[in-house]
Nanobody, 117 residues
Framework: QVQLVESGGGLVQAGGSLRLSCAAS????????MGWGRRAPGKQLQSVAT???????NYGDSVKGRFTISRDNTKNTLYLQMNSLKPEDTAVYYC???????????WGQGTQVAVSS
């Protein structure tokens, strides 16, 4: 069964840090780009960070300099290190993986991050 499972979310005070993980399993195709998106209450899904199979990274303007995306291909695991968290970072965070020749995008179920002021 193909699945992406996020973990590491929680409640943290402003200025704190969290590290999200996303473990991919059951994927028989090559995993290409991976990334994180987030959806705050009442808002659209926002791209947070992406990383290619060659480890090229890209970040949304609101998280540049605070968040770091990385991946461990030997473990099929994606990470998001989030530092200097702000209340506006509060959202459900989803990981995704683009797989196969057609770059099919698979999504995880999401993990809640709440930042208190």
């Amino acid at each position: 069964q193909v699945q992406l499972v996020e973990s590491g979310g929680g409640l943290v005070q402003a200025g704190g840090s969290l590290r999200l993980s996303c473990a991919a399993s059951g994927i028989s195709f090559v995993i290409k780009a991976m990334g994180w998106g987030r959806r705050a209450p009442g808002k659209q899904l926002q791209s947070v960070a992406t990383i290619t199979s060659g480890d090229t990274t890209n970040y949304g303007d609101s998280v540049k300099g605070r968040f770091t995306i990385s991946r461990d291909n030997t473990k099929n695991t994606l990470y998001l290190q989030m530092n200097s968290l702000k209340p506006e970072d509060t959202a459900v965070y989803y990981c995704y993986a683009d797989v196969g020749n057609y770059n099919t995008r698979l999504w995880g179920q999401g993990t809640q991050v709440a930042v208190s002021s």
